[in-house]
């Protein structure tokens, strides 16, 4: 059964026209539709964080939407977080710095966690508790953590990690 | 795992919603979705119709009012959260919602929706059960108003009749000098609770407990509240009140948690959380 | 950086290439990768642990809109040169060959066996058509224990056979009966051990196609190993090897399920091929709970006889291995797990029996350790207990036992599957283990843990050594080719699941070409590219890989040299290869670019080549291992224990670790991080239950609990480098080192911190829940 619903929505500044199936989720249609594959499913139940986008600014899990519901919504998207001419935004220049990847997979999720949790502590320093309890909803089995702690504490931390 | 197949209803109005779900077979109600999209993308849920209530106003609701602070169904868990006043009006509500979830589903996941649900992991039912909040529910046939303990009849299961939703909460203001705590056994922090604790005392000028309530999550279907009108005119709480209250209680298990587990883990957060709402109660006194 | 040293060098810290694209989420991953005319597949999969088919109709799948096709084993079975998968790694001790089978025929085994297979226009109506396969099954009796599946009348996991001991091996050398019976101390114990699963956060997924105009089918396939891959569908299709060529895109993760062939690495290409279109299937997570393959329990009976003064005298017993339901990766994982029992510690008599039984489980394959945490488990859990018996140290009793420096290379009368003698290469243990000690105030720590015992808080600090066999051969391929535009290209067998593989490669050709690893592109996982691979398991990579990489980037410099020198008239010694260029040593200006000598080698029509080489600027090598190396760590942790709720929380985790020469630190501390928190998991978290029945309890991640940011520590690192001489650059592996020491260190952690309460801990993983039930009896014994 197809149940086409239009909708209109903003992509990373980019304002879209679209028919979706109400059933399908978002991160099926940023995929699928829109060929924004940065958008990664781990688990499609809404624990491991991969899927992690920004709508209207704040994070959602891109597997607990249908697509209808971003109707009328900005969506940011990990492809909408480097400039245009490619210069990587300063955490995803950190998370490299700090070896804060491995595979990759986690990753656009969590640079979009580091971005809300920015725009949030609103200038004030963090404490790397508060740094891993921001973290906690994203899931990565390569690094440990620590890398994406390091990159993130030496952005907003209240002090430098000790370099290991 | 993908969704199965529904049709979408996005009504802006609640008469319209309420009307849709009188007259559609087999409709489920989509509220921030943080439950119920996992359960449809694992097609444990199989609705015919999907009605969303995002798009209906009167339900996003966050405002302090007379008796506490009231919040519509689809006001989501992160405005609760940030909200200031909710934490001077209603401090349970802030200690219980700070243990919900992560972020990133909080920003989603509305109040409605997680009481309506009734996970005994959840936390919001147990602040609620604790403070008896009053449920505000809604058909096409009328409205009508139950307090929490009506509300919460078992496992995943409110009172709410196939056409009925939740419209909003009010939730208790907290009286001067009440102390709260709410504490829950988890794995990880972000986790559903596998047992927790809300509670609120309120003491009297000579720092004698005058009213306090408990309630449990994860030992039986619903939350449970428990009578602990004994510690009225206490000072303290002794060492093994809580393995007392619970003695005999009939308690739900299961192999990785069973019954015998939680029930001692009960009673520590019971003793815990009493001891910390009665030194933060001593603490507001005391300002 | 190393941009001011002009090239990038062996040893430094440098940032990865492959980060930039991964960062901007312009990763290709098997589900990004969508073909023209792409189909999508679902499985249906048994919901029985054991059972046999009786009725499977899928008419009503087949004619649902948007359905292209619906296979069972019949469907498929015509394309198949055999029964069952020909996937039988070699294998002694094996009673049972079971190699899986590509959709069950009649049995089903394990819940999550393939049966069926839709084919659809996506993956949605797909599943939507799995729901209308109608299918019964008259459920057979269950093997779910590997212990009672071992007792003579336990039913069958599967009908035909006459026992469920598919397999069994041992260790048996010097005298441990004797030495046991005539030692001064025995100790005994059984230990019951869960590991998690690998976990990819990127699930398992291939996509086929086959091209009809060249008779020739691709496969992509989020694989640890390609090549194997590559020969398995060779066989299994009866294809041509220039017929088939598997690549694998970027790989979200692999961690060992991905070294194993599954059945719907088989199914899909099968599918491809009857359909004439290009069908994908992408692994959800609820499938990769069930269908995955991952580590099964271990259950030790074990004893340990010893002298007055605490040395080792012999250790016998027992291992007892649930292997699932079928052999798709021989019996390395309890092999594994004995030979690595034995540590840095002198063994003089050690026989162990080690019985797998098959089970109506997801069958077993190794994960991220491969048994080898709980090897050392049982070690380090036994010297804790005979410290305690004698009144010694648990630090002492180590270093009474440790194999030492000058006693290197230091044979163990062990066979290795290779056929060849154990052998430790170099490694200080006492100086590991006395390092970690000092960086964690080991000293100072009863002080404090009286201190805080005062304040009604338990901690307690653990101690745990190990060692791990890395590097496993036989060969690994790197070529490195320098094209006539100047692109060099470094092409190996080897496999990316985000170890960092092209950087690794990269920064050791670009050392031995003196330019930036930038320069260099990196081609992993192609078999069409690299005609020869293994890839990735056995901590192997850097080891052989890496040398791989060494040897053809001195091979092309000594070519660069000799066709350098005929032109320009000099000898191949007074040139240097650097920046680029290949010039007469001190006169940079005197000299040709690579790219000049690329075109060079590539000949003119008529003219002879220079230095009368052959033609090409490339080289080839495939780096032979001489034999296994060996990592080894100590681990010290501290922990707080909640007695009144079991609670576990890791305050300090310190690894010292030696992996021999380091090529890229930071590469290598990312392994070892990652590798201790995959440990952590495994020991207090992650535990794939059954019921009694074999139906999968922790089918999700909020069942399946895997560590989150809030739940691990900093791990604090430290680094001794005794390089190997068993291969040129003196590396050993890394990537699953740390996983090895986590279980046997948090417990010993726990246990100190629960000494008034004097519990033995002996089941992995240590939830709450079993440590209250510990405590509990140890209250009700002392009352």
């Given at each position: 059964?197809?149940?086409?619903?239009?909708?209109?929505?903003?992509?990373?500044?980019?304002?879209?026209?679209?028919?979706?199936?109400?059933?399908?989720?978002?991160?099926?249609?940023?995929?699928?539709?829109?060929?924004?594959?940065?958008?990664?499913?781990?688990?499609?139940?809404?624990?491991?964080?991969?899927?992690?986008?920004?709508?209207?600014?704040?994070?959602?899990?891109?597997?607990?939407?249908?697509?209808?519901?971003?109707?009328?919504?900005?969506?940011?998207?990990?492809?909408?977080?480097?400039?245009?001419?490619?210069?990587?935004?300063?955490?995803?220049?950190?998370?490299?710095?700090?070896?804060?990847?491995?595979?990759?997979?986690?990753?656009?999720?969590?640079?979009?966690?580091?971005?809300?949790?920015?725009?949030?502590?609103?200038?004030?320093?963090?404490?790397?508790?508060?740094?891993?309890?921001?973290?906690?909803?994203?899931?990565?089995?390569?690094?440990?953590?620590?890398?994406?702690?390091?990159?993130?504490?030496?952005?907003?931390?209240?002090?430098?990690?000790?370099?290991? | 795992?993908?969704?199965?197949?529904?049709?979408?209803?996005?009504?802006?109005?609640?008469?319209?919603?309420?009307?849709?779900?009188?007259?559609?077979?087999?409709?489920?109600?989509?509220?921030?979705?943080?439950?119920?999209?996992?359960?449809?993308?694992?097609?444990?849920?199989?609705?015919?119709?999907?009605?969303?209530?995002?798009?209906?106003?009167?339900?996003?609701?966050?405002?302090?009012?007379?008796?506490?602070?009231?919040?519509?169904?689809?006001?989501?868990?992160?405005?609760?959260?940030?909200?200031?006043?909710?934490?001077?009006?209603?401090?349970?509500?802030?200690?219980?919602?700070?243990?919900?979830?992560?972020?990133?589903?909080?920003?989603?996941?509305?109040?409605?929706?997680?009481?309506?649900?009734?996970?005994?992991?959840?936390?919001?039912?147990?602040?609620?059960?604790?403070?008896?909040?009053?449920?505000?529910?809604?058909?096409?046939?009328?409205?009508?108003?139950?307090?929490?303990?009506?509300?919460?009849?078992?496992?995943?299961?409110?009172?709410?009749?196939?056409?009925?939703?939740?419209?909003?909460?009010?939730?208790?203001?907290?009286?001067?000098?009440?102390?709260?705590?709410?504490?829950?056994?988890?794995?990880?922090?972000?986790?559903?609770?596998?047992?927790?604790?809300?509670?609120?005392?309120?003491?009297?000028?000579?720092?004698?407990?005058?009213?306090?309530?408990?309630?449990?999550?994860?030992?039986?279907?619903?939350?449970?509240?428990?009578?602990?009108?004994?510690?009225?005119?206490?000072?303290?709480?002794?060492?093994?009140?809580?393995?007392?209250?619970?003695?005999?209680?009939?308690?739900?298990?299961?192999?990785?948690?069973?019954?015998?587990?939680?029930?001692?883990?009960?009673?520590?957060?019971?003793?815990?959380?009493?001891?910390?709402?009665?030194?933060?109660?001593?603490?507001?006194?005391?300002? | 950086?190393?941009?001011?040293?002009?090239?990038?060098?062996?040893?430094?810290?440098?940032?990865?290439?492959?980060?930039?694209?991964?960062?901007?989420?312009?990763?290709?991953?098997?589900?990004?990768?969508?073909?023209?005319?792409?189909?999508?597949?679902?499985?249906?999969?048994?919901?029985?642990?054991?059972?046999?088919?009786?009725?499977?109709?899928?008419?009503?799948?087949?004619?649902?809109?948007?359905?292209?096709?619906?296979?069972?084993?019949?469907?498929?079975?015509?394309?198949?040169?055999?029964?069952?998968?020909?996937?039988?790694?070699?294998?002694?001790?094996?009673?049972?060959?079971?190699?899986?089978?590509?959709?069950?025929?009649?049995?089903?085994?394990?819940?999550?066996?393939?049966?069926?297979?839709?084919?659809?226009?996506?993956?949605?109506?797909?599943?939507?058509?799995?729901?209308?396969?109608?299918?019964?099954?008259?459920?057979?009796?269950?093997?779910?224990?590997?212990?009672?599946?071992?007792?003579?009348?336990?039913?069958?996991?599967?009908?035909?056979?006459?026992?469920?001991?598919?397999?069994?091996?041992?260790?048996?050398?010097?005298?441990?009966?004797?030495?046991?019976?005539?030692?001064?101390?025995?100790?005994?114990?059984?230990?019951?051990?869960?590991?998690?699963?690998?976990?990819?956060?990127?699930?398992?997924?291939?996509?086929?196609?086959?091209?009809?105009?060249?008779?020739?089918?691709?496969?992509?396939?989020?694989?640890?190993?390609?090549?194997?891959?590559?020969?398995?569908?060779?066989?299994?299709?009866?294809?041509?090897?220039?017929?088939?060529?598997?690549?694998?895109?970027?790989?979200?993760?692999?961690?060992?399920?991905?070294?194993?062939?599954?059945?719907?690495?088989?199914?899909?290409?099968?599918?491809?091929?009857?359909?004439?279109?290009?069908?994908?299937?992408?692994?959800?997570?609820?499938?990769?709970?069930?269908?995955?393959?991952?580590?099964?329990?271990?259950?030790?009976?074990?004893?340990?006889?010893?002298?007055?003064?605490?040395?080792?005298?012999?250790?016998?017993?027992?291992?007892?291995?649930?292997?699932?339901?079928?052999?798709?990766?021989?019996?390395?994982?309890?092999?594994?797990?004995?030979?690595?029992?034995?540590?840095?510690?002198?063994?003089?008599?050690?026989?162990?029996?080690?019985?797998?039984?098959?089970?109506?489980?997801?069958?077993?394959?190794?994960?991220?350790?491969?048994?080898?945490?709980?090897?050392?488990?049982?070690?380090?859990?036994?010297?804790?207990?005979?410290?305690?018996?004698?009144?010694?140290?648990?630090?002492?009793?180590?270093?009474?036992?440790?194999?030492?420096?000058?006693?290197?290379?230091?044979?163990?009368?062990?066979?290795?599957?290779?056929?060849?003698?154990?052998?430790?290469?170099?490694?200080?243990?006492?100086?590991?283990?006395?390092?970690?000690?000092?960086?964690?105030?080991?000293?100072?720590?009863?002080?404090?843990?009286?201190?805080?015992?005062?304040?009604?808080?338990?901690?307690?600090?653990?101690?745990?050594?190990?060692?791990?066999?890395?590097?496993?051969?036989?060969f690994e391929s790197v070529s490195v080719?320098?094209?006539?535009?100047?692109?060099?290209?470094a092409?190996t067998?080897?496999?990316?699941?985000?170890?960092?593989?092209?950087?690794?490669v990269?920064?050791i050709v670009?050392d031995g070409?003196?330019?930036?690893?930038?320069?260099?592109?990196?081609?992993?996982?192609?078999?069409?590219?690299?005609?020869?691979?293994?890839?990735?398991?056995?901590?192997?990579?850097?080891v052989m890989a890496g040398n791989a990489a060494h040897h053809a980037a001195l091979a092309i410099v000594e070519k660069?040299?000799?066709?350098?020198?005929?032109?320009?008239?000099?000898?191949?010694?007074?040139?240097?290869?650097?920046?680029?260029?290949?010039?007469?040593?001190?006169?940079?200006?005197?000299?040709?670019?690579?790219?000049?000598?690329?075109?060079?080698?590539?000949?003119?029509?008529?003219?002879?080549?220079?230095?009368?080489?052959?033609?090409?600027?490339f080289a080839n090598s495939d780096y032979m291992a001489n034999?296994?190396?060996?990592?080894?760590?100590?681990?010290?942790?501290?922990?707080?224990?909640?007695?009144?709720?079991?609670?576990?929380?890791?305050?300090?985790?310190?690894?010292?670790?030696?992996?021999?020469?380091?090529?890229?630190?930071?590469?290598?501390?990312?392994?070892?991080?990652?590798?201790?928190?995959?440990?952590?998991?495994?020991?207090?978290?992650?535990?794939?239950?059954?019921?009694?029945?074999?139906?999968?309890?922790?089918?999700?991640?909020?069942?399946?609990?895997?560590?989150?940011?809030?739940?691990?520590?900093?791990?604090?690192?430290?680094?001794?480098?005794?390089?190997?001489?068993?291969n040129p650059l003196?590396v050993?592996?890394?990537?699953?080192?740390?996983?090895?020491?986590?279980?046997?260190?948090?417990?010993?952690?726990?246990?100190?911190?629960?000494?008034?309460?004097?519990?033995?801990?002996?089941?992995?993983?240590?939830?709450?829940?079993?440590?209250?039930?510990?405590?509990?009896?140890?209250?009700?014994?002392?009352?």
């Amino acid at each position: 059964m197809f149940d086409p619903r239009p909708i209109k929505l903003t992509v990373n500044g980019r304002a879209i026209e679209a028919v979706v199936d109400s059933r399908m989720n978002l991160a099926d249609f940023l995929r699928r539709d829109l060929k924004l594959t940065g958008t990664h499913l781990g688990c499609e139940h809404g624990v491991c964080g991969a899927c992690t986008i920004l709508v209207d600014g704040a994070s959602a899990r891109g597997c607990l939407m249908l697509a209808v519901q971003a109707d009328g919504h900005a969506i940011t998207t990990i492809e909408g977080v480097a400039s245009a001419d490619g210069t990587l935004h300063r955490v995803q220049e950190a998370l490299s710095r700090h070896h804060g990847l491995q595979c990759g997979y986690c990753t656009p999720g969590v640079v979009m966690t580091l971005l809300e949790l920015d725009q949030d502590r609103e200038g004030r320093a963090l404490s790397e508790d508060e740094i891993r309890e921001a973290l906690s909803g994203n899931l990565c089995r390569c690094t440990g953590y620590q890398g994406i702690v390091d990159a993130a504490m030496e952005l907003f931390g209240s002090q430098h990690s000790s370099q290991t | 795992m993908k969704a199965p197949a529904f049709t979408y209803h996005a009504p802006t109005q609640l008469k319209d919603a309420l009307q849709l779900l009188a007259d559609l077979p087999n409709a489920r109600v989509l509220a921030g979705g943080q439950s119920l999209m996992p359960m449809l993308n694992l097609r444990v849920a199989g609705p015919d119709h999907l009605i969303d209530l995002g798009h209906i106003e009167e339900l996003k609701a966050l405002q302090s009012v007379e008796g506490g602070v009231l919040t519509g169904s689809m006001c989501t868990q992160r405005r609760v959260e940030r909200s200031p006043e909710v934490g001077e009006i209603c401090p349970l509500l802030r200690d219980a919602i700070r243990h919900v979830g992560h972020q990133q589903t909080r920003n989603r996941g509305t109040i409605g929706g997680s009481v309506s649900h009734l996970d005994p992991g959840a936390e919001l039912p147990v602040a609620a059960a604790a403070l008896n909040a009053t449920i505000t529910i809604a058909s096409l046939r009328g409205e009508r108003i139950v307090p929490f303990s009506d509300f919460a009849q078992g496992y995943l299961t409110s009172c709410l009749e196939p056409d009925e939703i939740v419209k909003q909460i009010l939730w208790p203001k907290a009286p001067k000098g009440a102390g709260t705590a709410f504490l829950e056994f988890n794995r990880r922090p972000a986790d559903f609770a596998v047992v927790s604790v809300a509670t609120q005392i309120v003491l009297e000028d000579d720092g004698t407990i005058a009213q306090s309530s408990l309630a449990l999550g994860g030992v039986q279907g619903a939350p449970l509240v428990l009578d602990i009108s004994g510690l009225s005119g206490a000072r303290t709480v002794h060492e093994g009140f809580g393995e007392d209250l619970l003695r005999g209680l009939d308690c739900d298990g299961d192999e990785l948690y069973p019954a015998e587990f939680r029930l001692e883990i009960a009673s520590v957060l019971i003793g815990r959380a009493l001891s910390k709402a009665l030194a933060q109660a001593r603490s507001v006194a005391h300002v | 950086m190393s941009g001011n040293l002009g090239h990038d060098r062996i040893g430094a810290a440098m940032p990865r290439l492959e980060d930039r694209v991964l960062l901007r989420g312009q990763g290709r991953f098997l589900d990004d990768l969508a073909p023209a005319g792409l189909l999508e597949a679902a499985f249906l999969r048994s919901p029985v642990a054991h059972g046999l088919i009786q009725r499977l109709d899928i008419t009503a799948a087949r004619g649902l809109p948007g359905v292209e096709a619906v296979y069972t084993y019949a469907d498929l079975r015509p394309l198949m040169s055999s029964d069952h998968m020909p996937l039988a790694l070699p294998a002694g001790g094996l009673r049972h060959v079971i190699d899986p089978d590509v959709l069950a025929v009649e049995e089903v085994c394990y819940v999550g066996e393939p049966i069926a297979l839709v084919v659809a226009s996506s993956r949605r109506i797909a599943e939507d058509a799995l729901a209308l396969i109608e299918l019964e099954i008259e459920p057979l009796p269950a093997v779910v224990d590997p212990v009672a599946g071992l007792e003579p009348h336990s039913p069958p996991a599967r009908l035909g056979l006459p026992d469920n001991l598919v397999a069994r091996t041992g260790i048996d050398y010097g005298d441990a009966d004797r030495a046991i019976a005539s030692a001064p101390h025995v100790i005994r114990d059984e230990f019951r051990l869960s590991k998690g699963g690998g976990h990819s956060l990127e699930a398992r997924g291939v996509l086929a196609s086959f091209d009809d105009i060249e008779q020739r089918l691709t496969v992509w396939d989020s694989t640890q190993m390609p090549h194997r891959a590559k020969s398995i569908l060779v066989d299994a299709l009866s294809l041509h090897e220039s017929q088939v060529r598997v690549v694998t895109p970027d790989v979200g993760g692999g961690f060992g399920p991905k070294a194993v062939f599954h059945p719907e690495e088989l199914a899909i290409p099968a599918a491809a091929l009857l359909l004439k279109r290009p069908v994908k299937w992408v692994e959800d997570r609820f499938e990769s709970f069930t269908a995955t393959s991952g580590e099964r329990d271990q259950i030790w009976t074990m004893e340990m006889g010893f002298t007055n003064e605490g040395k080792l005298l012999a250790i016998r017993g027992t291992l007892r291995y649930d292997h699932g339901a079928s052999t798709p990766y021989g019996i390395a994982l309890p092999y594994n797990a004995a030979t690595n029992l034995i540590g840095p510690y002198d063994l003089p008599a050690y026989k162990i029996d080690i019985q797998l039984c098959l089970t109506n489980m997801t069958p077993a394959a190794p994960t991220r350790g491969a048994g080898r945490p709980q090897g050392t488990f049982v070690m380090e859990r036994l010297l804790d207990r005979a410290a305690e018996k004698l009144g010694l140290s648990r630090e002492e009793i180590r270093r009474r036992n440790f194999i030492t420096p000058d006693q290197m290379p230091f044979p163990i009368p062990v066979r290795q599957r290779d056929g060849s003698t154990m052998e430790y290469d170099t490694g200080d243990y006492p100086r590991c283990q006395q390092e970690a000690l000092a960086a964690a105030g080991w000293q100072d720590f009863p002080a404090r843990q009286k201190q805080a015992r005062a304040e009604g808080r338990f901690i307690g600090l653990g101690l745990a050594n190990y060692v791990e066999a890395t590097g496993r051969g036989p060969f690994e391929s790197v070529s490195v080719r320098i094209s006539p535009s100047g692109q060099i290209i470094a092409a190996t067998g080897a496999t990316a699941q985000g170890q960092g593989v092209k950087s690794m490669v990269a920064q050791i050709v670009a050392d031995g070409l003196g330019i930036r690893a930038e320069q260099i592109e990196v081609v992993t996982g192609d078999t069409q590219l690299t005609p020869s691979g293994l890839g990735a398991y056995a901590s192997r990579q850097a080891v052989m890989a890496g040398n791989a990489a060494h040897h053809a980037a001195l091979a092309i410099v000594e070519k660069i040299k000799i066709a350098a020198a005929a032109m320009l008239e000099t000898q191949p010694d007074d040139l240097e290869v650097s920046q680029g260029r290949v010039h007469v040593k001190g006169v940079p200006d005197h000299g040709k670019t690579l790219a000049e000598m690329a075109r060079a080698l590539a000949g003119a029509p008529g003219f002879a080549l220079p230095g009368n080489l052959p033609p090409g600027l490339f080289a080839n090598s495939d780096y032979m291992a001489n034999g296994l190396t060996y990592t080894n760590g100590s681990h010290v942790c501290e922990v707080e224990v909640d007695p009144a709720t079991g609670t576990v929380r890791i305050l300090r985790y310190i690894v010292v670790h030696d992996c021999g020469r380091m090529i890229n630190p930071m590469m290598v501390e990312g392994q070892i991080v990652g590798g201790v928190v995959h440990g952590i998991g495994a020991t207090l978290f992650e535990w794939m239950r059954y019921d009694a029945q074999g139906q999968p309890l922790s089918v999700t991640y909020a069942d399946y609990l895997l560590p989150t940011s809030d739940v691990v520590p900093r791990i604090e690192m430290h680094h001794i480098e005794s390089p190997t001489p068993l291969n040129p650059l003196g590396v050993k592996g890394a990537a699953e080192s740390g996983t090895i020491g986590a279980p046997s260190v948090i417990v010993s952690a726990i246990e100190d911190a629960l000494k008034p309460f004097d519990i033995k801990i002996t089941e992995l993983p240590v939830t709450p829940t079993r440590l209250r039930s510990l405590l509990r009896k140890a209250k009700e014994v002392r009352s």
